[in-house]
């Protein structure tokens, strides 16, 4: 501890990163989450925080193409990265075949899950096209979902993967 | 695979009601687009955080704030002297009672800390940084009192008192003194000491469920803001924008009119969001600031401080003849409060042994308040706790007469014209039929392996109406907006969208459906109660009747003919009875000349939606259970319920799924756990575990329609009835799978695997 400053550092980081494919800056202070500085600084709302400790899934963004918990990612390891959430799902005007299959399964009832189940199952999908029940089931076992049962969201989720294998 | 099964009602032929649409707010919730209650951000805004007692029961002597309200950025800060005291009285809300002392207190502790986690000041601030800081300032002396978080040990004569003025009410004669017991019910029926001795066999249990939490993903979450002149604007996470308008009215000492409240969307309830906690103190902590203040809790807080339901022990007895007709039946129910009166003991009692039909019943409960947070609706409150035990019960004496357990409940099942031991005589219900479902589904029928078992239980829910009002309001071009006042929790935009489009005569895509808030409309009860459907549809049915009836009379107008010359048929006034040869005129015709035929056309509809339907359920479940771990796993899970209309069967189907799921929760796995000075030891996902996918298997349904012919289309609740038979049909298809009955829940593994080795040590002896 240098007890002789004199002077404020400033107490946020400049970041740039890619969210969505389009650059984007932010400042954030060293302890807030990504999922702060996606809700709090740049208003993406569309991930939420259901439990600040990596248990809901409800803030899961794909880092790198790899599927994380954004409750459990600082917003400065964001830097020179890519980050995909929800509010990029869609191309244009076009939903997404999960976010299709969801709509036609009604595998959401109040919602507050589903965009954590979306990108989680869009991870999945990248890496594994064609899936077993049983792989959706562990794949998302990292996602809460109170309403549903998992079962509509389960067979969304296999039916959307069909979909997209052009079956 | 999901079935539906069509009985009665079958006259008219449904265009719209039956099928299965994308729902109208479904895009705006697969694009992250929807706001919740923490999604809303107001410029000015501050952050509002809460100060929690760390004792699960302590006087507060004094609480010192100075330091602060001291610090730069601290805006706000509130304790219960912020709040007016209110008298003891109880108002009726919904399936719950409330009482404005208890709410006040609940919302910020007074004379004493009465839980860990209740809430003790709450602060506003620039960020939520410095309201963190703020919340350390705040100096609290505490007397720290014993404590008591059991039932049995809360009803002991010596026990530590939470209140000091509360006398059990229903006691014969008045307690001369204060205990923790708040109530006392009784429903008797017949003569249950000569109905046992009927019996040839009699079988009685005891049972204990711990406190379980509604699990909701989104936590409680408010935006307030309070002008200088006292008008205020809520937006929150509700259940029921109007209940929140009147009880933080009250609390506040408000008038209503002043207090504008907007339910936002709304990530899960279950009866978890009909009461209210952070929104009051967001209201004064904004009139205070006189800057809008927002408050999210954390999911910590949301376990600690806001509402499981009750965990209870529960006595049951019942005697059959030999022939499997049941001669009686008795129960004796005591269900934690938590620190406030108001268990949802009495309609645990009532619910006990609904589902059949007997002559000598007698069930008595208990209302007992114990240090732990004041209890919160919980899907179907009290049901599941009561009827886990009977159905356990049941299923013994099913066994015990060499019956299987579906012709045991058939030959006492509940039908039309059964006097239910809480009073009315039932209308048609569909347990029978559900029965019956559940014994043709293939699943019954699936041969199972070693340590494998099947169970079956049945459930019973009232459901109920209420005050409610919507509106419809007819476009220009034709198309219509549809204003409902209950949140939508899970689907109902569509449901109600497709019951205006279904009267009117027009199709889905015409109708757009809106949640208004508190200014929109008449009073409005909440979503709760398995009621929205049911009364919010028969309100919107109502308002079509009064707009088509308008239509009818601007036709009437344009042709010069009178009103009862015109009919509505397939969205078209038609002129009928020879009056007048001419074509039929849609209805988007008549809305384009609705300025010059008479203004604009609209239907309003404000009712007291009487006639709910109880909806009845079987659930059939088949488990493994893993003698080395003692980990029980659900095999196949079939859910079979009557849902009078299934206005929109894959919304029905979900409801049955996911109460099916949450069931399986409070069954094996989750549980309050408190560490011997009151502190909960699992405020958190991790350790309080709820289902997750790979838990379950796929759930199959199958609805079954016997129409309510108190509701225009038939519907009764379906939401909360999922959750009652669950746990008795698993522990009933655990006594299967090892034989050995188990009467507390959770069934989680270390409780398991302890029986087991238990029985097993017992045997090799």
């Known amino acids: ?167 | 695979m999901n079935d539906v099964t069509m009985k009665g009602l079958g006259e008219r032929m449904w265009k719209v009601v039956g099928t299965r649409p994308v729902r109208p707010d479904g895009v705006d919730k697969v694009t992250g687009r929807a706001k919740f209650g923490a999604d809303l951000n107001l410029p000015n805004m501050l952050i509002g955080k809460v100060l929690r007692s760390p004792h699960a029961h302590a006087r507060i002597k004094s609480i010192d704030t100075s330091k602060a309200q001291a610090l730069p950025g601290v805006k706000a800060v509130v304790t219960s002297a912020d709040f007016s005291d209110l008298p003891s009285e109880f108002i009726p809300a919904g399936e719950m009672m409330v009482n404005f002392r208890d709410m006040t207190r609940n919302v910020m502790a007074r004379e004493k800390a009465l839980y860990e986690g209740h809430a003790v000041a709450a602060v506003a601030a620039i960020s939520e940084a410095v309201a963190a800081q703020a919340l350390k300032l705040i100096e609290v002396e505490y007397e720290v009192l014993p404590h008591v978080m059991d039932v049995a040990q809360a009803m002991q004569p010596d026990a530590p008192l939470l209140h000091e003025s509360m006398y059990t009410i229903g006691m014969e004669p008045k307690p001369e003194k204060p205990s923790n017991v708040a109530k006392r019910v009784e429903f008797a029926l017949g003569d249950v000491a000569a109905g046992f001795a009927k019996a040839d066999v009699v079988i009685e249990r005891e049972f204990t469920t711990q406190p379980v939490h509604q699990g909701y993903i989104e936590p409680h979450a408010c935006v307030a803001s309070v002008s200088e002149d006292g008008q205020a604007e809520l937006w929150c996470s509700t259940q029921g924008q109007f209940i929140v308008r009147n009880f933080c009215a009250k609390l506040l000492g408000m008038e209503l009119s002043r207090l504008r409240v907007t339910a936002s969307e709304i990530g899960g309830g279950f009866g978890g969001k009909t009461v209210v906690y952070l929104e009051p103190l967001a209201l004064v902590l904004s009139r205070k600031a006189a800057q809008p203040v927002k408050m999210v809790m954390s999911r910590t807080e949301v376990f600690k401080a806001s509402g499981p339901t009750s965990g209870a022990r529960i006595w049951v007895k019942i005697g059959a003849t030999r022939d499997g007709r049941i001669t009686a039946a008795e129960a004796l129910l005591k269900y934690q409060a938590g620190a406030f009166q108001g268990s949802p003991v009495q309609p645990g009692c009532m619910c006990a042994f609904a589902p059949y039909d007997l002559e000598n019943v007698k069930v008595v409960g208990f209302d007992v308040v114990v240090n732990r947070p004041k209890v919160a609706a919980y899907r179907a409150p009290g049901g599941p706790i009561s009827e886990f035990a009977v159905e356990s019960v049941i299923d013994e004496l099913a066994g015990r007469l060499n019956l299987d357990p579906i012709e045991f409940r058939l030959k006492n099942a509940a039908k039309e014209g059964t006097k239910a031991a809480y009073g009315p005589k039932f209308g048609p219900i569909g347990l029978v039929q559900t029965l019956e479902a559940a014994r043709a589904h293939r699943n019954y029928g699936v041969p199972l392996k070693a340590n494998q078992g099947r169970g079956v239980a049945s459930g019973f829910w009232f459901n109920i109406g209420g005050e409610t009002c919507a509106a419809l309001n007819l476009t220009e071009d034709g198309s219509v907006t549809l204003v409902a006042g209950t949140p939508d929790i899970g689907g109902s935009r569509a449901s109600l969208a497709m019951m205006a489009a279904e009267e009117l005569g027009i199709a889905l895509d015409k109708v757009r459906p809106i949640i208004g808030d508190t200014s929109a409309l008449g009073y409005n009860f909440l979503t709760g109660g398995s009621r929205v459907t049911f009364s919010s549809g028969m309100a919107v049915i109502e308002a079509a009747r009064e707009m088509i009836r308008r239509l009818r009379e601007r036709a009437a107008k344009i042709w010069e003919i009178p009103l009862d010359s015109v009919a509505w048929e397939d969205g078209h006034a038609r002129a009928v009875g020879g009056a007048k040869q001419v074509a039929p005129m849609p209805l988007a015709e008549i809305a384009k000349t609705a300025g010059k035929t008479g203004g604009p056309i609209v239907g309003y509809a404000a009712i007291n939606a009487q006639g709910a339907g109880p909806s009845l359920a079987t659930h059939v479940v088949d488990v493994e259970v893993d003698p080395e771990t003692g980990k029980v796993t659900v095999l196949r899970y079939l859910a079979v319920q009557d849902a009078g209309r299934a206005v929109h069967p894959s919304y029905v189907e979900g409801q049955m799924q996911g109460g099916a799921v949450q069931g399986i929760g409070w069954a094996l796995n989750e549980e309050y756990i408190y560490d011997k000075n009151g502190r909960m030891e699992n405020p958190g996902f991790l350790d309080y575990r709820i289902p997750v996918c790979s838990d379950v298997p796929m759930i199959d349904t199958v609805i079954v329609e016997v129409p309510n012919p108190r509701h225009p289309y038939g519907v009764r609740g379906v939401g909360e009835t999922p959750i009652v038979p669950p746990m008795g049909a698993i522990a009933n298809a655990v006594a299967n799978a090892t034989g050995i009955r188990f009467t507390d829940l959770p069934m989680s593994p270390p409780r398991v695997l302890k029986a087991i080795d238990e029985k097993h040590a017992a045997t090799s002896k």
Request: aromatic share 4%.
């Open chain 1, 1 to 167: 501890m240098d007890g002789t400053r004199k002077f404020k550092v400033a107490t946020k980081h400049h970041v740039t990163t890619t969210i969505n494919g389009d650059p984007a800056e932010f400042l954030c202070t060293p302890e807030q989450t990504l999922l702060d500085v996606l809700r709090d600084v740049l208003y993406l709302t569309g991930s939420k925080e259901g439990c600040a400790s990596g248990d809901c899934g409800a803030c899961s963004v794909i880092l790198d193409g790899r599927l994380v918990c954004s409750c459990l990612v600082l917003g400065v390891e964001a830097e020179g990265r890519d980050v995909e959430t929800i509010e990029g799902m869609a191309n244009g005007d076009e939903l997404h075949p999960l976010q299709q299959k969801f709509l036609e399964h009604a595998a959401l009832q109040c919602g507050i899950c589903t965009p954590g189940f979306l990108v989680a199952a869009k991870a999945l999908l990248a890496r594994n096209p064609d899936p077993t029940e049983t792989e959706v089931r562990y794949w998302l076992a990292g996602n809460l979902c109170r309403c549903t049962g998992y079962d509509k969201i389960v067979r969304a989720v296999l039916d959307a993967a069909a979909e997209m294998r052009g079956n």
